[in-house]
């Protein structure tokens, strides 16, 4: 379970004031929000990228630093390097997170294969977004924390990645969190809706 506790979270201005919540595994979650308004920053709070003012933030009872590896997080495809391609990402993570996943399938899994030693340099921000699929689910991590993953993403790739994520939260017990500024672009059944808005942060219903 991911727990917190009384978040408040401020940049150059407030973002977040005083937010509870348990995120448990198995289940999908979607936080709505204009752009601007703190999506990114509250994942980046999450993994202890930025500080927080208030409050705690508990993976599975014990700080993030020490469960990190629970965790998979790569907030764009802006953190890539032009210069590296998508198998020397995968492979990375699939050592660091010391994943059991097969490489082969996930190349496979939205074409990532057909371009995987090709420098990123030399990408369309949907090949890019296809990579940032690809490193999650090699990742296998127990939580994943997806900053607007489906910007870039044509209809069948999108549709492809919600039915997937359907499998990882309904086979494999996943706790996924997922940011967009779309509140159409939700295709979960059973997922728990949250609308950042005001500093303050609800779960709404359907």
């Not at 601007?36 to 014990?62: D, H, M, V, Y």
């Not at 802006?78 to 097969?102: A, E, G, R």
């Not at 994943?144 to 499998?167: C, F, H, P, W």
């Not at 967009?180 to 809706?193: G, P």
Request: proline share 3%; glycine share 4%.
């Amino acid at each position: 379970m991911l727990e917190v506790n009384h978040l408040t979270i401020k940049t150059c201005q407030p973002i977040l004031h005083d937010f509870s919540y348990q995120f448990i595994p198995g289940q999908f979650y979607q936080i709505v929000a204009e752009n601007g308004l703190g999506k990114t920053s509250f994942l980046r709070a999450i993994t202890n990228l930025i500080p927080i003012a208030a409050g705690k933030i508990c993976l599975e009872g014990k700080p993030y630093i020490q469960n990190k590896d629970k965790v998979f997080f790569f907030e764009s495809n802006d953190w890539l390097n032009p210069n590296l391609n998508s198998l020397d990402y995968l492979k990375f993570i699939k050592n660091m997170w010391h994943s059991q996943v097969n490489l082969a399938d996930e190349l496979a899994f939205l074409g990532v294969q057909d371009y995987a030693k090709v420098p990123i340099k030399k990408y369309s921000l949907g090949m890019k977004q296809k990579l940032l699929v690809a490193m999650y689910f090699v990742s296998d991590a127990e939580y994943y924390l997806m900053d607007e993953i489906t910007n870039g993403l044509d209809e069948v790739s999108r549709k492809q990645l919600y039915d997937r994520l359907a499998q990882e939260v309904s086979h494999k017990n996943k706790c996924i969190i997922m940011t967009s500024h779309y509140s159409s672009e939700l295709r979960m059944i059973n997922a728990h809706r949250l609308v950042l808005e005001q500093q303050m942060m609800r779960e709404v219903q359907e």
